[in-house]
């Protein structure tokens, strides 16, 4: 399994991971409790639900970038291009916007 953090304006806001089941994204019990919570997109409305799908949720996609960015981590990283979780924890630490994915170290996966 693999698993992230998921910050909204560089405060904790849910977690994002992948399993043989497919790919998940909920917020955190702390963040929904906020009085100023925020949904992370639209798309993921504040809900205490897990959302679930068989590939990347759309919006996780999208902060995956594209062109020479993508090239980079390819070639340097060596991250295939198909796998778009790996590209989504390593290159989204620092995305344009308010989102931040932080993968979690696998001892610290529960």
């Known amino acids: 399994m693999r698993k992230a ?3 909204l304006f560089d405060q904790p806001a849910g977690e994002v991971w992948e399993d043989e089941t497919g790919f998940h994204f909920r917020y955190l019990p ?7 919570a ?5 798309t993921l409305p504040l809900a205490a639900d ?3 799908s068989d590939m990347i949720l759309p919006f996780f996609d999208g902060l995956i970038p594209e062109g020479w960015l993508l ?8 991250i295939n291009p198909r796998d778009r ?11 344009i916007g ?9 001892e610290n996966i529960q």
């Open 50 to 52: 897990m959302y679930s």
């Open 71 to 78: 090239d980079i981590a390819g070639t340097y990283w060596k």
């Open 30 to 36: 702390e963040h929904l409790a906020r009085a100023d």
């Open 5 to 7: 953090l998921v910050y």
């Open 85 to 95: 979780v790996g590209l989504l924890f390593a290159c989204c630490r620092d995305c």
């Open 38 to 42: 925020q949904a992370v997109s639209l």
């Open 98 to 106: 308010a989102v931040s994915i932080y993968p979690l170290a696998e």
